[in-house]
């Protein structure tokens, strides 16, 4: 393979924030081969598409696909994330708890990135350098929750906080290049975060061009903030974000 040629490989590719990422590689590095994983082609002609439904089987097809292709990604990252669902939004009382909203946002935040980081495992090396990150939020960090509420979000994220935090340990060993981060990209203007923004002062809420610009650029310098054996916990300005 081409050194100047970088694979980068995106799960949740459908995702606003992936597209404007996209978007950024192909205009920053030209010659990139993006592969997109994601239900939909996210933007046709522009990237490999992998067809995924994110169950076990899915995953292990597109990882097939990969070490067949002998791909070594230089990036890899999970786009992927629920915040509501059309009948539900994050609980305000423990009386809104419910059940299968709790299970779909464990399923979305917290298993589905846990098993992209299993499929994504094989075409991994200690001769290879790579950055695997997945988008986080705020509200997952235990030190920071004062406002108490959303306790399925929450829950998820912090769940995914001790999952990346396991995996950086065992890929210390199995993969030493390979760093990890938990990127939080503040609010953006997504569908995600729509019924929340209504409030939100301008300043706060960023547009999905403005995170993937902030996202490519802290990931260009990741050694500078990243350790082997402990991902990095960082907001969109490469702040560190207490667990």
């Not at 089987?57 to 070594?72: A, D, G, I, P, Y």
């Not at 994050?90 to 946002?105: G, H, S």
């Not at 990931?219 to 907001?235: M, R, V």
């Amino acid at each position: 393979m081409n050194t100047m040629t970088r694979h980068y490989l995106l799960f949740g590719a459908n995702s606003a924030i992936s597209k404007a990422y996209i978007s950024h590689i192909l205009d920053k590095e030209p010659n990139a081969t993006i592969y997109a994983v994601s239900r939909q082609n996210p933007m046709k002609n522009a990237v490999e598409y992998l067809h995924c439904n994110y169950s076990p089987e899915s995953l292990n097809r597109v990882s097939e696909q990969l070490h067949q292709l002998n791909v070594r990604p230089h990036q890899i990252i999970l786009f992927n994330g629920v915040l509501h669902t059309l009948s539900n939004q994050p609980e305000k009382r423990l009386e809104d708890i419910d059940a299968n909203y709790f299970q779909q946002l464990f399923t979305a935040n917290t298993l589905t990135p846990l098993l992209c980081l299993q499929a994504v495992f094989p075409l991994l090396n200690h001769n290879h350098d790579c950055t695997i990150t997945a988008l986080r939020a705020r509200v997952g960090s235990i030190e920071d929750n004062q406002l108490g509420g959303w306790y399925s979000y929450r829950a998820s994220k912090s769940a995914l906080n001790m999952l990346f935090k396991t995996a950086a340990i065992e890929l210390s060993r199995r993969s030493k290049n390979t760093r990890l981060v938990l990127f939080h990209p503040c609010t953006t203007d997504t569908a995600l975060s729509k019924p929340f923004q209504k409030n939100l002062p301008e300043h706060k809420l960023f547009s999905p061009e403005f995170v993937a610009n902030q996202l490519f650029n802290l990931l260009s310098n990741a050694q500078q903030f990243t350790k082997p054996n402990e991902p990095a916990y960082i907001d969109w300005q490469g702040k560190p974000i207490n667990w």
